[in-house]
């Protein structure tokens, strides 16, 4: 059975619902930006948010394309998640593939969040593992 192909379901929409689970296994879903580079999705939230914590606990995550609200606009897929390691060379990429699907106001905002002193983390998102 081959990999579901996260990229292509989500190609063209601007947000995703990032749904991630409580240790009591309650479901938390967030609406985000998200970019793809190399087959994979990435994000950068703030390093000490809830979702970072829920996923350095348990990876499992599902995604579905969504509205700024969170209106979830088509299916859900089933995927893995982790956050990268500070100096992870995939960190630039990430960085670069989100730069050029959101341009200046991304970069904004990053300029924002570091002008505060809030830390940014990037979580790599990847198919489930099947089977």
């Known amino acids: 059975?081959?990999?579901p192909d996260l990229s292509?379901?989500?190609l063209?929409?601007?947000?995703?619902s990032l749904a991630t689970f409580k240790r009591s296994g309650e479901e938390v879903r967030t609406p985000?930006?998200?970019a793809e580079a190399g087959g994979r999705l990435y994000l950068r939230t703030l390093a000490n948010s809830g979702?970072?914590?829920?996923?350095?606990?348990?990876g499992r995550v599902r995604i579905a394309p969504?509205?700024?609200a969170g209106k979830i606009t088509g299916a859900?897929?089933?995927?893995?998640?982790?956050a990268l390691a500070p100096g992870d060379a995939t960190q630039e990429r990430a960085d670069r593939a989100l730069d050029a699907k959101y341009g200046d106001e991304r970069r904004e905002m990053t300029r924002l969040m570091a002008e505060q002193g809030k830390p940014l983390e990037f979580i790599e998102i990847?198919?489930?593992?099947?089977?």
């Open 51 to 58: 979702k970072v914590k829920r996923i350095r606990n348990n």
């Open 66 to 68: 969504c509205d700024i």
């Open 32 to 34: 985000l930006w998200f």
């Open 8 to 10: 292509s379901a989500l």
């Open 76 to 82: 859900w897929l089933d995927a893995e998640a982790h």
């Open 1 to 3: 059975m081959t990999e």
């Open 12 to 16: 063209d929409e601007k947000f995703i």
């Open 126 to 131: 990847r198919p489930a593992a099947s089977g």
